[in-house]
């Protein structure tokens, strides 16, 4: 019983860190800002309040000084959230994050998306070992390779 309440606590806790962080949860506006300034998207289906992989993905990779300066300058961050407490989501938001999931065939959570700026996918991902710096350089690679393409 007192690991379920300590991985509970840890979820909560976790949850909503990305709202301040340059996240979007706009998906077309985070389109129309990566065509705009020739930036790839990345799209994290997230579980933020009870799924302890998206919790661990956004600690230790998302959360990160070394993750946040290279998305600075290089990515455009949509946020696609699946809380079990909606009370803080429009409905709106809460339909369109539906068709989002439904659009890219989301079974499991994380899932992660990386989209050219004109929109294509070229890489579908998740949580990876090894912290931010080895999550950039995995995503530096799928743009190197979607470049040469």
Do not use: H
């Not at 389109?31 to 302890?52: N, Q, T, V």
């Not at 600690?59 to 300066?69: R, T």
């Not at 909606?86 to 079974?107: V, Y």
């Not at 929109?119 to 931010?132: C, D, I, L, M, N």
């Amino acid at each position: 019983m007192k690991k379920w309440l300590i991985v509970l606590a840890a979820v909560a806790i976790g949850a909503g860190a990305y709202a301040s962080e340059g996240w979007e949860t706009d998906f077309a506006k985070g389109s129309a800002k990566a065509k705009a300034e020739g930036k790839y998207m990345l799209i994290d289906f997230s579980g933020s309040d009870w799924c302890s992989w998206c919790v661990k993905l956004d600690k230790e990779v998302f959360s990160q000084a070394a993750f946040k300066e290279y998305a600075k300058e290089n990515l455009v961050l949509v946020l696609a959230d699946f809380p079990l407490d909606k009370s803080k989501q429009s409905a709106e938001l809460q339909k369109k994050n539906n068709e989002l999931k439904e659009k890219f065939g989301i079974r499991r959570y994380p899932t992660v998306y990386i989209l050219s700026p004109e929109g294509k996918a070229v890489s579908k991902t998740g949580y990876q070992a090894g912290g931010p710096e080895a999550y950039v350089d995995y995503i530096k690679k799928v743009i190197a390779e979607a470049k040469k393409k």
